[in-house]
Nanobody, 117 residues
Framework: QVQLVESGGGLVQPGGSLRLSCTAS????????MNWYRQAPGKQRELVAR???????TYADSVKGRFTISRDNAKNTVYLQMNSLKPEDTAVYYC???????????WGQGTQVTVSS
């Protein structure tokens, strides 16, 4: 069982940067594929970035070149570095963990990111 807590959201101006963190307890993140999702009002939940247990990464086309997902297994934490932020990046961002063998899913509570002048 994994408990996930996101942090780092807030209000930022267009073109600014923000780093989100997701810290786990209850299990080591080294055996989980980690994902960041986001959901804006009136829109479907969208996969933003993924990092596997072998550190392979995948990004949504809308964030390629601007966002970077990384993991620090020693700190049991996954990060999402967001640069060149746009108003359309405004959403609640959720951390998700998927066990590579059992395929169990765990979700954080979400953190709000607002990009506005």
């Amino acid at each position: 069982q994994v408990q996930l807590v996101e942090s780092g959201g807030g209000l930022v101006q267009p073109g600014g940067s923000l780093r989100l963190s997701c810290t786990a307890s209850g299990s080591s993140l080294s055996i989980y594929t980690m994902n960041w999702y986001r959901q804006a009002p009136g829109k479907q939940r969208e996969l933003v970035a993924r990092i596997t247990t072998s550190s392979s990464t995948t990004y949504a086309d809308s964030v390629k070149g601007r966002f970077t997902i990384s993991r620090d297994n020693a700190k049991n934490t996954v990060y999402l570095q967001m640069n060149s932020l746009k108003p359309e990046d405004t959403a609640v961002y959720y951390c998700n963990a998927q066990h590579d063998v059992f395929r169990s899913n765990y979700w954080g509570q979400g953190t709000q990111v607002t990009v506005s002048s």
